[in-house]
C-alpha cells in the first residue's frame, strides 16, 4: 500500500498569514494515464469533510483562490496564502492513483 | 446541488451485520463511481469500498474484504453498503461519497460493541 505522510501534524497561524502543508508519498502517484491523482481535503470541527483540490492542483468549485496545490511524482505541498478563521480544521491529502486509496495522518490548522 | 444521505447507522454487536444506504440527488447517479469511507472516533480517513457506475466491478482494502460488500441501485439512486462479521475496530462514522472523495455525504454513526 502507498503510505502518505503529512507534515506538520499541526500548525498555528495568524489570520493573514499563509500556511504551508507537506504530503511525501513512498511511491510515484503518476498514473499510466498521465494523471496524478493527488487530492487534499478539509475537515472543519464536526463536520463532514470537503475536497478542496484534485489531480494536485485543480480547485473545486467554490473554493478560494487563496488555496493551491504542487507537486509532482512523490512530493507534494497545499498553500493557503491570506489565512481566514474559517480554514480552522484538518488537512488530509489523499491519492487515488492505485488501490487501496489512501490517506495521509491529517495536518490540524488552528488559528494563532 | 449534489447531495448525498446516508442511513442506516447504529449500535451492533460484534459478529452481527448492518447495511447502510445512501440516496444520492443532484447529479447523473448512474454516470459515476461512488464510495465509502470511514473515520473512527477522533481518528483519520480510511477507504472503505468503491463501485464503477454500472456496478461491475467493486474494489476493497483488506481490512473489509470478505466482510463488506459495496453495491448500487441505480433505478434507485441508491448506494449500500452490507457490513458482515463486524469488529469493533469497525466502529466508525461512514461516509457516503461520490467518486473518490468529490463530494461526502454528512455521515452515519456505526458503533460495534457489546
Redesign the interface.
Given at each position: 500500500d502507498i503510505v502518505m505522510t503529512q507534515t506538520p501534524l499541526s500548525l498555528s497561524v495568524a489570520i493573514g498569514q499563509s500556511a504551508s502543508i507537506s504530503c511525501k508519498s513512498s511511491q510515484s502517484l503518476k498514473y499510466s494515464d498521465g494523471k496524478t491523482y493527488l487530492n487534499w481535503v478539509f475537515q472543519s470541527p464536526g463536520q463532514s469533510p470537503k475536497r478542496l483540490i484534485y489531480q494536485v492542483s485543480k480547485l473545486d468549485s467554490g473554493v478560494p483562490d487563496r488555496f493551491s496545490g504542487t507537486g509532482s511524482e512523490t512530493d507534494f505541498t497545499l498553500k493557503i496564502s491570506r489565512v481566514e478563521a474559517e480554514d480552522l480544521g484538518v488537512y488530509y491529502c489523499c491519492q487515488g492513483s492505485y488501490s487501496p486509496l489512501t490517506f495521509g495522518s491529517g495536518t490540524k490548522l488552528e488559528i494563532k | 446541488e449534489v447531495q448525498l444521505v446516508e442511513t442506516g447507522g447504529g449500535l451492533v454487536q460484534p459478529g452481527r451485520s448492518l447495511k447502510l444506504s445512501c440516496v444520492a440527488s443532484g447529479f447523473t447517479f448512474n454516470n459515476y463511481w461512488m464510495?465509502w469511507?470511514r473515520q473512527a472516533p477522533g481518528k483519520?480517513?480510511?477507504?472503505v469500498a468503491?463501485i464503477t457506475n454500472s456496478g461491475g466491478s467493486t474494489?476493497?482494502?483488506?481490512s473489509v474484504k470478505g466482510r463488506f460488500t459495496i453495491s448500487r441501485d441505480n433505478a434507485q439512486n441508491t448506494l449500500y453498503l452490507q457490513m458482515n462479521s463486524l469488529r469493533s475496530e469497525d466502529t466508525a462514522t461512514y461516509?457516503c461519497t461520490r467518486e473518490?472523495?468529490?463530494?461526502?455525504?454528512?455521515?452515519v454513526m456505526v458503533t460495534v460493541s457489546s
Open positions: - | 464510495s469511507t483519520g480517513l480510511e477507504w468503491s474494489y476493497y482494502p483488506d461516509y473518490l472523495g468529490a463530494y461526502w455525504g454528512q455521515g
